[in-house]
């Protein structure tokens, strides 16, 4: 089956920090530019960050510009995000998605969505 696994959520405290991982399933992700994405119950999914095929552009949300990195390491399928300086707003299930080649911020141009991973920032 082809899709990505999502890990590293979980609960911190307003001000820490968490590296979520995003490993493809079945695929390799060389083809592809990797998006991560945040949805909260009752909101549409909200694109939060993306990095182009060779890695060589990435672009961010604003509420997340200065906080988070994206990085990939395609020898091991893998996409990472780094998240600093976290802030109660950043509750959501994060989830990772791929598309050819370039980035896109248009969520439904994105495919082999995993289950996502829950991040809670709260004291």
């Known amino acids: 089956q082809l899709q990505f696994v999502e890990s590293g959520g979980g609960l911190v405290q307003p001000g820490g920090s968490l590296r979520l991982s995003c490993a493809a399933s079945?695929?390799?992700?060389?083809?592809?530019?990797i998006g991560w994405f945040r949805q909260i119950p009752g909101k549409e999914r909200e694109g939060v960050s993306c990095?182009?095929?060779?890695?060589?552009?990435?672009n961010y949300v604003d509420s997340a510009k200065g906080r988070f990195t994206i990085s990939r390491d395609n020898a091991k399928n893998t996409v990472y995000l780094q998240m600093n300086s976290l802030k109660p707003e950043d509750t959501a299930v994060y989830y990772c998605?791929?598309?050819?080649?370039?980035?896109?911020?248009?969520?439904?141009?994105?495919?082999?969505w995993g289950q996502g991973t829950q991040v809670t920032v709260s004291s």
């Open positions: 079945g695929f390799s992700l060389d083809y592809y530019a």
């Open positions: 990095i182009s095929r060779y890695g060589a552009s990435t």
């Open positions: 998605a791929a598309r050819r080649t370039l980035c896109s911020a248009v969520v439904s141009e994105y495919g082999y």
